[in-house]
């Protein structure tokens, strides 16, 4: 099987992924020039604001994701017909036929997916109910959804644990409120964002994310007819209108593949142009990355890194919030530390367990310690409750060929890399769950110049 009949069947399976396994040789540097699409982290989003237009809506530079398709199958077992929009990559998206679908369906269609807990807001509005199926994504800690669902409350859903999953209802219609999140988490703010849009009234919410995922599907919702007002104090103002329309649009890029394809530029001393890259979302990185020894070039329509030569250098990183160095730039960004001379520190203090992946680091000949202690400028959530959040990184280290599995979306693009510098040959398995948010990985490592080969 090419690697092109790869990619397609796995952005194509919709519940679960073919466990499959790549034998890769080191050693190669990377080189060449990819095409980076929307943001997996807002597309999905962007498809689910659709259920609250009253017209069909257009999406361009949808990659080619598993995640991409598990929202469509739940749109479509929601009634909302799905086809190809007015380019290659676009997505028509008309909602004018919205309905109840069984929990047993979405459950099928959700596979790890959480996205199932966003559909409640717009939902309710448009039927009146809602149902989730158990939440997957992910194993980077427990993903509690206690905010989703706190938040939901106070717009007046009543909410009702069943064994298979949970039932929400509005019958009184839901209604702005002023909400304060603990955290400010993404899938949250984007909750209160598709949830008060159709409130009656209005919402204030202080404590939200402001990724500039979040800013996009604001704008999203204003092309669609909403009133939304973000301060810069993590306060955001929403005045519910009766009716929203359809929007046309085209996707922010996707930040974290960008931080990823820099990552392995750096690690195999190569050079890759992402097309389509933009500096102002990439700021946090574009310091680290700079910090680290790597160079980067910004051009009107991307960014090229690559590795100038000479030692790479350690550093010390939190990840945070946005505008903060994001908790999905680390795990590729570990693998090329394993090449630093000194010693790095991560301090991870957005995920309670995201450093599994650094496993099979190890088992190739990293040199890695994780900590429970926080090891940054800051006291995280996370430091007095034994989690292992921050690791050590003494480098330089060759790493050398093993047989590692993929844990999750990111730990597994690390662990791709860490394969692509070691010395001699590795067999990386369960490879699929990388197309969840990657489009078309093995086809652009193919462009790359990877010396690779997909057993099945
Ligand atoms: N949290 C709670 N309760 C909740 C919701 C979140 O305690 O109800 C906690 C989480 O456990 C976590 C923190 O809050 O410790 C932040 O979670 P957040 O809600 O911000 O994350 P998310 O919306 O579930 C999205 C991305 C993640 C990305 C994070 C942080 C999507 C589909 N996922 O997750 O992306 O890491 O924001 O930016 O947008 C990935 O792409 O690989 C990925 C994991």
């Known amino acids: 099987m090419t690697a092109l009949e790869n990619d397609a069947r796995n952005a194509g399976a919709q519940v679960g992924l073919d466990a499959n396994t790549l034998t890769i040789r080191g050693g190669r540097p990377l080189s060449g ?3 980076i699409k929307g943001a997996k982290n807002l597309v999905t989003k962007a498809m689910v604001a659709a259920l609250l237009g ?7 530079d949808v990659p080619n994701i598993s995640d991409v398709q ?6 479509e077992v929601h009634g909302v017909k799905v086809s190809e929009g007015d380019e290659p990559g676009s997505l028509r998206l008309d909602p004018s036929a919205v309905e109840s679908a069984h929990m047993v369906d979405i459950d099928a269609h959700a596979g790890s997916s959480r996205i199932p807990i966003l559909f409640c807001g717009p939902l309710l509005h448009r039927l009146g109910e809602a149902f989730i199926p158990d939440l997957g994504g992910c194993r980077i800690g427990d993903r509690p959804i206690d905010y989703h669902l706190e938040v939901l409350g106070r717009f007046g859903a009543v909410i009702e644990k069943l064994p298979s999953g949970i039932r929400m ?7 702005g409120a002023k909400i304060e999140l603990p955290y400010p988490s993404v899938g949250a703010t984007e909750q209160v964002l598709l949830t008060a849009v159709r409130a009656k009234g209005k919402t204030e919410l202080s404590g939200a994310a402001i990724e500039p995922e979040i800013m996009d599907l604001i704008n999203i919702l204003q092309k669609m007819g909403a009133i939304i007002a973000v301060d810069t104090d993590r306060v955001i103002r929403i005045e519910g209108v009766d ?12 930040r974290n593949e960008v931080a990823s394809w820099a990552a392995a530029a750096l690690a ?12 102002p979302e990439m700021t ?22 690559f590795h100038p030569g000479g030692e790479l250098k350690p550093v010390v990183i939190e990840t945070d919030v946005h505008p903060g160095f994001m908790t999905d730039w680390q795990q590729p960004l570990v693998v090329a530390l394993t090449k630093a001379t000194g010693v790095s520190i991560v301090h991870e203090t957005v995920y309670e367990q995201r450093f599994g992946f650094v496993d099979a680091l190890v088992k190739m000949g990293a040199n890695i310690q994780l900590h429970s202690e926080c090891l940054g400028a800051h006291h ?77």
């Open 33 to 35: 020039r990819i095409e």
């Open 54 to 60: 009253e017209s069909p809506s257009i999406l361009r």
């Open 70 to 75: 598990v929202v469509r199958g739940l749109l």
């Open 169 to 175: 209802s509005a019958p009184e219609g839901l209604v």
């Open 243 to 254: 009716r929203l329309e359809g929007y046309s649009h085209r996707a922010l890029f996707d």
């Open 268 to 279: 195999t001393n190569g050079d890759i142009f992402c097309g389509g890259a933009r500096q």
């Open 284 to 305: 946090a990185f574009l310091n680290v990355f700079r910090r680290v020894g790597g160079a980067f070039e910004i051009e009107d329509d991307g960014i090229r890194f």
């Open 380 to 456: 995280c959530r996370f430091g007095q409750r034994n989690f292992l959040h921050s690791a050590v990184i003494s480098g330089p280290t060759e790493l050398h060929g093993a047989d590692i599995e993929v844990p999750d979306l990111r730990g597994g693009f690390s662990h791709l890399i860490a394969a692509l510098t070691a010395v001699g040959t590795s067999r990386v398995s369960n490879v699929g769950i990388i197309s969840r948010g990657y489009e078309n990985f093995l086809t652009k490592l193919e462009q790359l110049g990877a010396d690779f080969t997909i057993e099945n």
